[in-house]
């Protein structure tokens, strides 16, 4: 069925009319003359065979009719508008606006952003540390990286990483109290991330949910639980995407070589309007691409880490089959 659409022209004398109360001034707008404006009304109420406006004194008002088709209109015309300004937005020039998960933020991304901003020097970043899927939707943020199911609706969505989990705690808490076992934990402090949930598949996985528990706290986020373990406070669940620096550079120490894949797993996300928008295509390949290039890296950087840790069983593991940390 072909659509019945009015003329265009026609259409945007209305608009302007409607939107500015005068002829004269939708006039001025559209650089033509009053009677032209008039005319354009005229052509469009006889195409609609409707009547749009009703003479109110020396001022126009709109019918009906007009009152109905306008919001559409303007809809319309903004819509085309406000496309025409992204089409005319250069590739490697522009603000971005992006929001990620707070520890992948910091342990990740922020580390990485020498690389990025290489390649396009004139695009201006601003990032906000929150795993909140309602941020795609926001006007104010054009990408969204966040940790969940995936599962977001009316949204362009893709799976960027999944994660492996294990137990990471510091050097100087290794050394002080140190952890040899599975049994071992439960003299330690418990960091949680989320409810619980994660820390019982560990154990579950470890054949260890009857483990004597000792304190435990609950921080908002797996940064905050990463940065207490940092400091000696207690044994959090560290992850492969965000734990692999630290514990490469010795910040971090993994007791055991056994890991769990997370329930969840990191997606990039942005509003279907937006994938296609320079700047924003430009980020969201860049960090496939680098996850892309350090996963061409990982093995031997992985065979280097799994050399550092421990089974569960607290004897040195000779062989690279178990499911321990990836980086």
Known sequence: MVKRLPPLNPLRAFEAAARLGSLTRAAGELNVTHGAVSHQIKALEGALDVRLFERDGQRYRLSPQGAELLPAVSAAFDQIAAATARMERPVTAGSLSITCVPALLSLWLIPRLASFTARFPEIRLKMEGVNDAA??????????????????????????????????????????????????????????????????????????????????????????????????????????????????????????????????????????????????????DWLFAQLEEEDARAEPQGLALRTKLRSADGTRSKRNNSPNAKT
């Open 135 to 284: 941020a795609i939707r926001s006007p104010d943020v054009d990408v969204s990286i966040l940790y969940g199911d995936g599962t977001w609706p009316d949204c362009w969505v893709k799976r960027w990483s999944h994660l492996d989990l294990f137990p990471v705690l510091s050097p100087t808490l290794m050394n002080s109290k140190p952890v040899r076992t599975v049994r071992d934990l439960g003299n330690h402090v418990i960091l949680h991330a989320d409810d619980g949930r994660e820390w019982h598949q560990w154990l579950a996985a470890a054949d260890a949910l009857d483990l004597s528990r000792g304190p435990q706290h609950h921080l908002s986020d797996a940064r905050l639980a990463t940065e207490a373990a940092l400091h000696g406070h207690g044994i959090a669940l560290g992850d492969t995407m965000t734990a692999a620096s630290l514990l490469a550079k010795g910040q971090l120490v993994a007791p055991f070589n056994l890991a769990v894949p997370a329930a969840d797993a990191f997606y990039v996300a942005c509003r279907s309007d937006l994938r296609a928008v320079p700047v924003v295509s430009v980020f969201i």
